[in-house]
């Protein structure tokens, strides 16, 4: 049975600097439609543009993930993201006004805690499920990296890190289900390595970093000279650090938090693709520009699927619009020629159909004896008896009228239906009926399969003894 999509049940306002601009920021997660995704408002900026949480929008992923949308940007959006998708959310609009999502603590725990204070509550719409079917893999070998994502029965992620650090060393982490977000890795902070911190505010990063908001790692021997420098760089006392190891008023959550953290960022980054999915996510040294390429080559992969026809939808317990001595009134045909079973929808535009394909069918006698397949033309002619239904049915007395094929164009087999296949079919008008022309397209579905496709031009015309009439 599928799952609801959820939204925030009541407006949550946060206010924190950004970890990188060092500017105060006041945010605001609200509800969202249906099929929305995650936003973000800019509402500092002029029109308060809106910057949608998709992988095509990433434009940085130094020391974070930022987005852009017509030149308004968002910086550092993984670790609100992962709270969202973590805790099930599937549209959110986050209204901020400022360049970047507050660093708060360094991980998801203020997010989350803020978000089941306020509750989500479900909406009138499934969620979307994407299902892997192959595997995808997204690597760097230059630098050891690879991420890839396996087909399987639920989401699941396995992270592998190392940084070349004794302090650090090799670690492992992995969630078996996004379940464990909230108790397993949400408060997970971010880390830096001490020898990195002069360079990182040098160049404009980590303005608002803190000690309270990063694991800072200590594994290389630094002076009493450059630690004075980093904390008047940073406007804080002069400290003494241990040799190596974690800043001395920092208290683990886990002893593998850092490989931890990186789980919560691929959680972050993974929710850029707008859906949920079946899929075993396994990286090794992952980071932000590993995790967001593989979010957009799965993001490309749901659009080709998304691009493909879909079957009409089809319920066999379901009453038929039209059963069989329906349909014989408005169709002439009869068995063994008569090649539609039930009308199952119609509208103004389209008519859908069933066609149930069975052994006893007079063509497989001949068509072939040891390999039954049903002809192509009698695939053609059931599309077009489909048609005709929907066309007769615009004319107050249909047992006056008949159809005459004129043209046919484009048809395409795409797979052979055979003895046991159910013909789901859709016709569609492409334009207005003139002067009895009619210009469908047709599509043939067995399940979830596109067997065919064509376009027909039909006349529909009075009988030839109501013309003499």
């Given at each position: 049975?599928?799952?609801?999509?959820?939204t925030i049940?009541?407006?949550?306002?946060?206010?924190?600097?950004?970890?990188?601009?060092?500017?105060?920021?006041?945010?605001?997660?609200?509800?969202?439609?249906?099929?929305?995704?995650?936003?973000?408002?800019?509402?500092?900026?002029?029109?308060?543009?809106?910057?949608?949480?998709?992988?095509?929008?990433?434009?940085?992923?130094s020391?974070?993930?930022?987005?852009?949308?017509?030149?308004?940007?968002?910086?550092?959006?993984?670790?609100?993201?992962?709270?969202?998708?973590?805790?099930?959310?599937?549209?959110?609009?986050?209204?901020?006004d400022?360049?970047?999502?507050?660093?708060?603590?360094g991980?998801?725990?203020?997010?989350?805690?803020?978000?089941?204070?306020?509750?989500?509550?479900?909406?009138?719409?499934?969620?979307?499920?994407?299902?892997?079917?192959?595997?995808?893999?997204?690597?760097?070998?230059?630098?050891?990296?690879?991420?890839?994502?396996f087909?399987?029965?639920?989401?699941?992620?396995?992270?592998?890190?190392?940084?070349?650090?004794?302090?650090?060393?090799q670690?492992?982490?992995?969630?078996?289900?996004?379940?464990?977000?909230?108790?397993?890795?949400?408060?997970?902070?971010?880390?830096?390595?001490?020898?990195?911190?002069?360079?990182?505010?040098?160049?404009?990063?980590?303005?608002?970093?803190?000690?309270?908001?990063?694991?800072?790692?200590i594994?290389?021997?630094?002076?009493?000279?450059?630690?004075?420098r980093?904390?008047?760089l940073?406007?804080?006392?002069?400290?003494?650090?241990?040799?190596?190891?974690?800043?001395?008023?920092?208290?683990?959550?886990?002893?593998?938090?850092?490989?931890?953290?990186?789980?919560?960022?691929?959680?972050g980054?993974?929710?850029?693709?707008?859906?949920?999915?079946?899929?075993?996510?396994?990286?090794?040294?992952?980071?932000?520009?590993?995790?967001?390429?593989?979010?957009?080559?799965?993001?490309?992969?749901?659009?080709?699927?998304?691009?493909?026809?879909?079957?009409?939808?089809?319920?066999?317990?379901?009453?038929?619009?039209?059963?069989?001595?329906?349909?014989?009134?408005?169709?002439?045909?009869?068995?063994?020629?008569?090649?539609?079973?039930?009308?199952?929808?119609?509208?103004?535009?389209?008519?859908?159909g069933?066609?149930?394909?069975?052994?006893?069918?007079?063509?497989?006698?001949?068509?072939?004896?040891?390999?039954?397949?049903?002809?192509?033309?009698?695939?053609?002619?059931?599309?077009?008896?489909?048609?005709?239904?929907?066309?007769?049915?615009?004319?107050?007395?249909?047992?006056?009228?008949v159809?005459?094929?004129?043209?046919?164009?484009?048809?395409?087999?795409?797979?052979?239906?055979?003895?046991?296949?159910?013909?789901?079919i859709?016709?569609?008008?492409?334009?207005?009926?003139?002067?009895?022309?009619?210009?469908?397209?047709?599509?043939?579905?067995?399940g979830?399969?596109?067997?065919?496709?064509?376009?027909?031009?039909?006349?529909?015309?009075?009988?030839?003894?109501?013309?003499?009439?």
């Amino acid at each position: 049975m599928s799952e609801k999509q959820k939204t925030i049940f009541k407006d949550i306002k946060l206010k924190g600097k950004g970890l990188h601009s060092g500017k105060e920021v006041n945010l605001t997660l609200k509800a969202a439609e249906i099929n929305s995704g995650y936003c973000f408002r800019r509402m500092d900026l002029e029109d308060q543009p809106l910057i949608q949480a998709v992988a095509e929008n990433v434009v940085s992923t130094s020391r974070g993930t930022t987005l852009e949308k017509n030149g308004a940007q968002v910086m550092t959006v993984e670790h609100l993201c992962a709270s969202l998708y973590g805790l099930g959310v599937d549209n959110a609009l986050i209204e901020l006004d400022g360049p970047e999502v507050p660093i708060l603590d360094g991980s998801s725990g203020p997010f989350v805690d803020a978000l089941l204070e306020a509750g989500l509550t479900g909406q009138e719409a499934d969620r979307k499920m994407f299902v892997i079917t192959e595997k995808i893999t997204y690597t760097e070998a230059d630098k050891g990296i690879e991420v890839s994502i396996f087909p399987d029965d639920h989401f699941s992620i396995d992270v592998h890190v190392d940084f070349g650090s004794k302090v650090v060393g090799q670690q492992f982490a992995s969630i078996d289900s996004l379940e464990e977000f909230e108790t397993e890795i949400a408060r997970c902070k971010t880390f830096v390595f001490l020898h990195e911190l002069e360079f990182l505010a040098r160049n404009n990063l980590i303005k608002g970093g803190d000690v309270d908001n990063a694991l800072i790692i200590i594994d290389k021997p630094m002076s009493k000279e450059q630690l004075d420098r980093l904390a008047d760089l940073f406007h804080k006392p002069h400290i003494e650090v241990l040799p190596e190891g974690y800043l001395n008023n920092t208290q683990l959550h886990y002893q593998n938090e850092p490989a931890r953290h990186k789980l919560l960022d691929i959680v972050g980054d993974i929710s850029l693709t707008g859906v949920r999915f079946k899929g075993k996510i396994v990286a090794k040294k992952p980071g932000h520009h590993a995790n967001t390429e593989l979010a957009k080559i799965i993001r490309k992969m749901i659009k080709k699927e998304l691009s493909k026809p879909q079957p009409p939808h089809y319920d066999p317990n379901a009453e038929p619009l039209f059963d069989i001595n329906q349909i014989k009134k408005f169709l002439p045909h009869r068995p063994p020629f008569l090649l539609v079973d039930k009308i199952t929808f119609m509208d103004e535009w389209s008519i859908c159909g069933i066609k149930n394909v069975t052994m006893n069918e007079a063509f497989f006698v001949g068509h072939y004896p040891e390999e039954p397949i049903m002809p192509g033309v009698l695939q053609i002619e059931s599309m077009a008896q489909v048609g005709g239904i929907l066309l007769l049915h615009k004319v107050p007395d249909p047992e006056n009228y008949v159809l005459y094929f004129m043209k046919i164009d484009n048809i395409k087999f795409k797979s052979k239906v055979v003895p046991g296949d159910t013909l789901n079919i859709r016709m569609k008008l492409l334009e207005p009926v003139r002067r009895g022309i009619a210009i469908t397209h047709g599509e043939v579905f067995v399940g979830d399969r596109l067997v065919m496709e064509g376009q027909f031009m039909a006349q529909l015309a009075k009988k030839p003894e109501q013309e003499e009439k």
